[in-house]
């Protein structure tokens, strides 16, 4: 189930709760001075595994990196990749013109999984986190590959029924973001899934512009001009009827290019607004380094024990490894002993050995030469 | 369950580590008396080579470098006692002792020319102590260990001149004279034998060969100039 057999849970030296929700505990980790995010589902929630595994082979800078999922203390997890930025759902009113940018971004990595087959199926603003640095904005989309409705506030009318995500279901929670984005509150607010599935089920009687108009956001003439060019994208996204939504994510883009082009006049201007916009959120002082925020330390109730007596127990194998293998190698170096103790029998037999001059025993008497016929000396023998 | 497979195997490894640890040190601390008992034996300090080739062998008969140091050890020992003129035969004892050992656990061809010699010392300080004692057997086992110890085969050679079979004797000192034309006793003892049968011309060959290949010998030099005289007074007086 896990993408390495190593886990990244074995070296985590710290961790920090960032959200506590129904579905799961949200955890930043600290993994060898590295920031992860540590998803903790609760008991009876789950994670579509083969949408996870699809968005695990996509690289793409709109989308969050997946390093590791699977079970542990009986209980599911997903690790991914710190994604420096704020959630949107943390950002309250966006400009309408910045909105509709970040949302082109956000289909245009819909798109992408959707050609990999994966639907995103949780789309709402605390998964996408507007990005970048200094004047760039850029959004990355995070938690695919939920088991049921998601987010209710966020939920197609179809997903109430059971049915599992798809490019229309998304269609429709991109709608709804878009609202929220621009209204700095959610559409639909009502208490339990029958109550949200009812609403969502009759969202085409809700007049949406009518609904933003009242808000007081859009008395000006500009404001007018944003309305008209903000209805297209909710008569064709925020229906109950799947034919009467909008096709697919190329269609929603071509409808966001032409409200841009209503909204914004020239790109230059389009420029400006997002760049202020990014300038403003993506200040020093603001609430986005939460990396720097993550301790060294586990917080009391992490979900899980980080097992560190198994890298206890492999120093302890490597260092006895180590020792024994200097030792080894002390004992191949003193194997030159052996020739040490030949060395010295050899210099003892050579010692012993050595031809000295034969000597003759005491006492030899000295024969004079007249004498050796009469009486022969005999040589004292050598032994 | 699975988990505690994995402890139970992590403990597994951690006991054959350990257990390989201990080897190890245990390996180590002998290395450290094999050290100590080759650098007294190079300095000379044989009792305490002795001490510490043996505190290796209590922990391990089989080691073949201890049992080496130690029978070393007490040759050299025995070797000492020899240039004093002391009785040597218990000590000659005790080294062979030791290289039979030795013998047993070395299967290298080392330690054979000192074991050799061993046994000759050992044949030599039995006949110091009795005349009369078997030593051929040692000799011949000291032969076979080294065939290039000429001692042994001129300690045998005396033993078989002794006992009358000169020309056995003849044999060897000539085998001993031809393989090693520095070993001054052989040229002695060979001429010896011609001496006493009064053939003094060979005698004097052998003397005068050994003279030869041993100018500085003065009991060579010595007996090649006395059977010259004596083979000029012969041809003087006619019997030659």
Redesign the interface.
């Known amino acids: 189930m896990k993408k390495s057999e190593k886990s990244l849970l074995d070296s985590v030296t710290g961790g920090l709760l960032l959200h506590k929700g129904g579905e799961a505990s949200i955890y930043l980790l600290n993994v060898g001075s590295a920031p992860y995010v540590l998803k903790w589902y609760n008991d009876g929630f789950s994670f579509n595994e083969n949408v996870i595994k699809n968005t695990n082979k996509l690289h793409m800078p709109g989308l969050y990196r997946i390093e590791e999922w699977g079970k542990r203390n009986e209980s599911l997890y997903l690790v991914y990749d710190y994604v420096d930025g704020i959630p949107s759902d943390k950002l309250g009113v966006i400009p309408v013109a910045v909105a509709l940018v970040a949302l082109r971004q956000v289909v245009a990595t819909l798109s992408l999984l959707r050609k990999q087959g994966v639907s995103h199926g949780d789309l709402n603003p605390a998964n996408v986190i507007f990005s970048g640095d200094g004047n760039e904005l850029r959004t990355v989309l995070i938690d695919c590959g939920i088991v049921g409705p998601g987010a209710l506030s966020y939920a197609a009318p179809e997903r109430f029924q059971g049915k599992l995500a798809d490019e229309k279901s998304d269609l429709f929670s991109l709608g709804l973001l878009l609202y929220r984005w621009i209204a700095g509150e959610d559409l639909i607010k009502a208490d339990g899934f029958e109550a949200f599935a009812e609403q969502m089920t009759n969202i085409d009687s809700v007049n949406i512009t009518e609904t933003l108009y009242a808000k007081g956001f859009f008395g000006t003439p500009e404001g007018a001009v944003q309305l008209a060019a903000l209805e297209p994208l909710w008569s064709g996204l925020l229906r109950s009827g799947l034919t009467e939504r909008i096709e697919d994510f190329d269609e929603l883009d071509e409808l966001l290019e032409i409200a841009l082009d209503k909204v914004v006049h020239g790109e230059i201007a389009l420029a400006n607004c997002v760049t202020q916009y990014a300038k403003s959120i993506n200040r020093p002082d603001c609430d986005r380094n939460a990396v720097l925020k993550v301790p060294n330390r586990l917080e009391k109730d992490f979900p899980f024990a980080v097992h560190k007596k198994n890298n206890w127990?492999k120093w302890?194998?490597l260092g006895?490894?180590i020792?024994?293998l200097a030792?080894?190698v002390?004992?191949l170096s003193?194997g030159t002993?052996?020739f040490?103790?030949?060395a010295?029998?050899d210099q003892?037999?050579k010692?012993?050995?050595v031809?000295?001059?034969?000597?003759?025993i005491e006492n030899t008497p000295v024969?004079k030469?007249?004498s050796?016929?009469l009486d022969?000396?005999?040589?004292?023998?050598?032994? | 369950m699975q988990c505690r497979v994995v402890y139970n195997r992590?403990y597994s490894?951690?006991e054959v580590?350990?257990a390989?640890?201990v080897v190890?040190?245990l390996?180590?601390c002998n290395?450290g008396d094999?050290?100590r008992g080759?650098e007294a034996?190079?300095i000379g300090d044989y009792d305490r080579a002795i001490v510490n080739f043996s505190k290796v062998l209590d922990m391990e008969p089989t080691n073949?470098?201890a049992r080496?140091?130690l029978a070393?050890a007490y040759?050299?020992i025995a070797?000492d006692k020899e240039r004093l003129k002391e009785n040597t035969l218990a000590f000659w004892e005790r080294t062979v002792r030791e290289f039979k050992i030795l013998s047993v656990v070395d299967s290298s061809e080392?330690?054979k020319?000192?074991y050799s010699?061993s046994l000759f010392y050992l044949a030599?300080a039995m006949l110091a102590e009795n005349a009369q004692s078997k030593v051929m057997p040692l000799l011949d086992r000291s032969i076979q260990l080294d065939p290039e110890?000429y001692?042994s085969y001129?300690?045998k050679a005396?033993i078989l001149?002794g006992q009358g079979d000169t020309d056995e004797a003849k044999k060897i000192y000539a085998y001993i004279v031809t393989r090693?034309p520095?070993?001054?006793?052989a040229y002695?003892?060979l001429?010896?034998l011609y001496?006493?049968v009064?053939d003094y011309e060979s005698a004097w060959d052998i003397w005068s060969m050994g003279h030869e290949a041993?100018p500085?010998?003065?009991?060579?030099a010595?007996?090649t100039r006395?059977a010259e005289?004596?083979l000029k007074?012969?041809v003087y007086?006619g019997?030659l």
């Open positions: 127990l302890g194998a006895v490894s020792l024994i030792l080894i002390l004992l003193g002993m052996r040490g103790i030949d010295t029998g003892l037999l010692r012993s050995r031809m000295e001059s034969s000597t003759e024969l030469v007249d050796l016929l022969l000396p005999v040589p004292a023998s050598e032994q | 992590l490894i951690i580590l350990a390989m640890f190890a040190v390996c180590a290395q094999l050290n080759d034996l190079r073949r470098d080496y140091g070393i040759y050299a070797e080392k330690s020319p000192m010699t030599r110890n001692f001129n300690l005396l001149a090693e520095k070993f001054a006793s002695v003892n001429g010896n001496w006493n009064h041993l500085q010998d003065p009991v060579l010595k007996w006395i005289d004596s007074a012969m007086s019997k």
